[in-house]
C-alpha cells in the first residue's frame, strides 16, 4: 500500500502536476479582486468561497491521469493478477492524490489571504477547513476519474459529474470562512469529508473492475 501511494505521489511530482493545484489556487486569489475591486470589507465576504471553488476545480485538474494511464496501460489488471484489489488501488490513488494538491493548496492560502485581503482569523478557518475538506475533494475526483477511464472528453465530463457532488463540501467549506462562521461548519464538513473518503475506495474500485472486465 505505501509503495502504491508513493509511485501516484512520485508520478505527480515527475510529470509537473503538483504545481498546476497551486498555481491554479494563486491565479484565481489574484484575478478576483480585479472582477470584484479592491473593496476589503466585499473581499473579505466573498473571496472565502472563491478560494474554495478554486480548491475544487485545483482538485480535478488531474483527472484525466489518475486512471486512464494504468487502465491503457494494463497496469490494473497486472495488479489484480498479483492479488491486490481494485480497492487498496483506489485508496492509493485517493491518497497519493491528496498529497500532491492538498497541503500545497493549504500553503499556498498564505500568499492567497493577502491578494484577498482576508483577516488573519478568517485565514486560520480557512487553513482548518481546506485541511478538513481537500481529502473529500480527493476522493471525489478519483471516483470521477475511474467513472471516466475510457471515455472520451473525460475533463468535461469529470467537471459536470464533480461539481454537484461537491456541493456540500463548498456550502460548508465557504460557511466556516464567512465572518462570524466556525465550528458547526467544520463539523458538518469534516463529517462529508470523511464519508466520501469511506466511500470512495469501494466505489472507484467497482468502477474500475467494471471497466476491467
Do not use: C, Y
Request: charged share 10%.
Amino acid at each position: 500500500m505505501i509503495a502504491l501511494i508513493l509511485r501516484e505521489l512520485r508520478l505527480a511530482l515527475t510529470a509537473g502536476n503538483a504545481l498546476l493545484p497551486p498555481i491554479f489556487f494563486l491565479l484565481v486569489a489574484a484575478l478576483f479582486p480585479f472582477a470584484v475591486g479592491p473593496d476589503a470589507p466585499l473581499l473579505a465576504r466573498t473571496g472565502g468561497g472563491a478560494l474554495w471553488m478554486a480548491a475544487l476545480l485545483a482538485a480535478l485538474l488531474p483527472v484525466e491521469r489518475l486512471v486512464e494511464p494504468d487502465r491503457a496501460a494494463g497496469l490494473l489488471d497486472q495488479l489484480a493478477v498479483r492479488g491486490i484489489g481494485d480497492e487498496s488501488v483506489a485508496f492509493a490513488k485517493l491518497a497519493g492524490h491528496w498529497l500532491s494538491f492538498g497541503p500545497p493548496l493549504m500553503i499556498a492560502a498564505f500568499p492567497a489571504a493577502a491578494l484577498m485581503k482576508l483577516p488573519g482569523d478568517i485565514l486560520w478557518r480557512l487553513e482548518i477547513g481546506l485541511a478538513a475538506g481537500t481529502p473529500g475533494l480527493a476522493a471525489l475526483t478519483v471516483i470521477v476519474a475511474a467513472l471516466t477511464a475510457g471515455l472520451r472528453g473525460t475533463g468535461a465530463l469529470a467537471g459536470l459529474l464533480i461539481l454537484p457532488l461537491a456541493v456540500p463540501i463548498l456550502i460548508f467549506g465557504a460557511a466556516m470562512v464567512e465572518p462570524g462562521g466556525g465550528g458547526g461548519a467544520v463539523k458538518l464538513l469534516g463529517a462529508v469529508s470523511l464519508l466520501l473518503v469511506a466511500i470512495a475506495p469501494f466505489a472507484a474500485g467497482a468502477a474500475m473492475r467494471a471497466g476491467r472486465d
